[in-house]
């Protein structure tokens, strides 16, 4: 018998998501969705670099690429949010620690 891990499930942020893909490029898309499973499987903490918000508990920066960084939450038990999409330049990246 094989156990099965559990994923969480992406929760909140759908329309956010769907307004970037709108406009974001193949390379960008495939690189943002790859992460998002890593967050659903749980292995983003060790497969990128990931800051921790110090403003508010609970929400990360996970950086994707160099010029893309996404703003999770985890706002439930076994759920994920997307809070940001975007360039670490325009976005809510300051005062943010690795975690």
């Known amino acids: 018998m094989t156990r099965e891990r559990n994923r969480l499930r992406l929760s909140l942020g759908m329309a956010r998501l769907e307004e970037w893909a709108a406009t974001a490029g ?14 659903a499987d749980g292995s983003v903490f060790r497969t990128y670099k990931v800051l921790d918000d110090v403003q508010v508990v609970g929400e990360f920066f996970v950086l994707v690429r160099e010029d893309l960084v996404v703003k999770v939450n985890f706002p439930r038990p076994g759920t ?3 809070l940001y999409i975007g360039s670490p330049a325009e976005g809510p990246f300051r005062d943010a620690d690795a975690a």
């Open 80 to 82: 994920f949010g997307v």
């Open 26 to 39: 193949q390379a960008d898309k495939n690189a943002l969705y790859k992460m998002l499973f890593a967050v």
